[in-house]
């Protein structure tokens, strides 16, 4: 099966020695049937050529942000949303450094920051230069905004030196490539649910209450989700967050009409229930607006527990359960609970009372725990909400298949 043909790949050639290189990857891709669009930087074309680029991709070569013909078309956008990967062949210490400090001086670097689609560097750079405390910093900041890095390798270099720097070969890069779409192919057959965000329960037209969430986690998992091939559903409760098209979003606003939502959007293969449901809602919740008053006493009704109801239903219950917990104090204890009493498959608790890593935070830091006692409990110490999730997926695509 070929996982590859008519896959849309954005080429991006820097400027260093082994760009040629780039050229033997573009035959082995045209092999198989792959789109391809290339940029070529300023520096890139001392060393080959957009002719030669054009004959062999058979696909336009853009070189030039300021192109009165190109800019007419928004190359940078469009170009970013065109493509379903982007790789850049070589990255040189230049573009490394560049892209880990947001630059966006040209077309290469402006298509890469306003793309939502995956980017992959081949660094390639003299030992010394690779070996820099700079470089290391850039490519661990870059690799904690999801960049995805291959190579370099070990080897003889045009400079005469010999170390690490080397580029990877286009035969490997291409192996990456195909191992890419193969793991894209095979999880688009699966179906992922993602609830995310508060609910609001209503008291009146105009009051309400509600749990405290930002949705930031949820939304950040829908991502990473729909990235790796996912159907991705996500559930949504009041947030100001936004989210790409190639997910589903329905968006609710109480707890009932996040279970209604729930139940009619499975079967899944695993559901991720990191949405802060009320607990309880007003039972007799008034159609007009209640006056001030001195006191106010409201009588309140459980909601349907959507995690616990999910988790026990056989006929809905998806291969993967996956419930979140935002704990105080004694989150071991709790988590751990709460994963045999909700009949979870995993529980992932968290300390909101940390600000750090909080509620509107960007960061977070969580335990898994596993009903499969054969499966280690762990902790992803503190990280961006999107490594995170990052890291979770990882898991999910290891437990389903």
Same mark, same amino acid.
């Given at each position: ?8 790949i954005?080429l991006?050639?820097c ?45 336009k ?24 990967v982007?790789f850049?062949?070589?990255a040189?210490a230049?573009t490394i450094s ?7 001086d ?6 890469i920051l ?6 992959f ?6 030992v ?9 910093q ?13 190579g ?13 720097g ?15 779409f193969?793991?894209?192919n095979?999880?688009q057959k699966?179906?992922a649910?993602?609830t ?18 930002s ?5 950040a998992?829908?991502k990473?989700?729909?990235k790796?091939?996912?159907q991705?559903?996500?559930?949504s ?6 989210i790409?098209?190639?997910i ?5 606003e109480?707890?009932d009409e996040?279970?209604?939502a ?11 229930f990191?949405?802060?449901v009320a ?12 006056k001030?008053?001195e ?18 239903h056989?006929?809905?219950r998806p291969?993967?359960v996956?419930?979140f917990a935002a704990?105080t ?6 988590a ?15 300390d909101?009372s940390? @600000?750090?890593i909080? =509620?509107d935070s960007?960061f977070? *830091?969580v $335990?898994?725990?596993?009903? %499969?006692k054969? +499966? #280690? @409990?762990?902790?992803? =110490?503190?990280?961006k909400?999107? *490594?995170? $999730?990052?890291?979770?997926? %990882?898991?999910? +695509? #290891?437990q389903?298949?």
């Open positions: 099966m070929n996982n590859l043909s008519q896959k849309k954005l991006i050639i400027g260093g020695i082994s760009a040629y290189k780039s050229l033997e990857l573009i035959r082995l891709l045209k092999k198989q049937d792959v789109e391809i669009k290339s940029i070529l930087t300023k520096s890139a074309k001392e060393f080959v050529t957009s002719l030669s680029v054009a004959s062999l991709s058979q696909g070569v853009y070189d030039d942000l300021f192109n009165a013909e190109n800019e007419a078309e928004m190359d940078h956008i469009s170009l970013s949303r065109w493509a379903d982007i850049v062949v070589p040189t230049n560049k892209l880990s400090a947001g630059s966006s040209d077309l290469a670097s402006t298509v306003a793309s939502d689609k995956d980017v560097l081949t660094p390639a750079m003299n010394r230069m690779w070996e820099h405390p700079s470089t290391k850039n490519l661990n900041k870059l690799r904690s905004y999801g960049y995805k890095i291959i370099p390798e070990i080897g003889d270099m045009a400079c005469g030196e010999f170390g690490e080397k580029m990877t070969e286009p035969k490997d890069i291409f192996q990456t490539i195909e191992a890419y193969g793991e894209l095979k999880n699966l179906k649910l993602v995310a965000g508060p609910t609001n329960e209503y008291i009146d037209p105009v009051r309400f209450i509600t749990n405290k969430s949705g930031k986690q949820g939304y998992l829908a990473s989700l729909a790796r091939g996912f991705t559903t996500l559930i409760g009041p947030t100001n967050l936004q790409g098209s190639n589903k979003l329905i968006k609710v109480t707890a996040m279970f209604k729930t139940k009619e959007n499975l079967p899944a293969d695993v559901a991720i990191s949405a802060a607990d309880f809602k007003v039972k007799d919740k008034k159609n007009e607006k209640m001030k008053q006191y106010l006493n409201l009588e309140l009704e459980k909601n349907i527990d959507i995690l616990n109801y999910v988790s026990k056989n006929s809905l291969k993967l996956i419930g704990e104090n004694d989150i071991q204890e709790n751990q609970k709460k994963l045999v009493e909700k009949n979870c498959d995993w529980i992932i608790a968290n909101v940390n @600000n750090s909080g =509620f960007d977070n *830091e $335990s898994i725990f596993y009903k %499969d054969e +499966i #280690k @409990n762990e902790k992803l =110490f503190i990280k909400k999107s *490594e995170i $999730s990052e890291e979770i997926t %990882d898991r999910v +695509i #290891k389903l298949n």
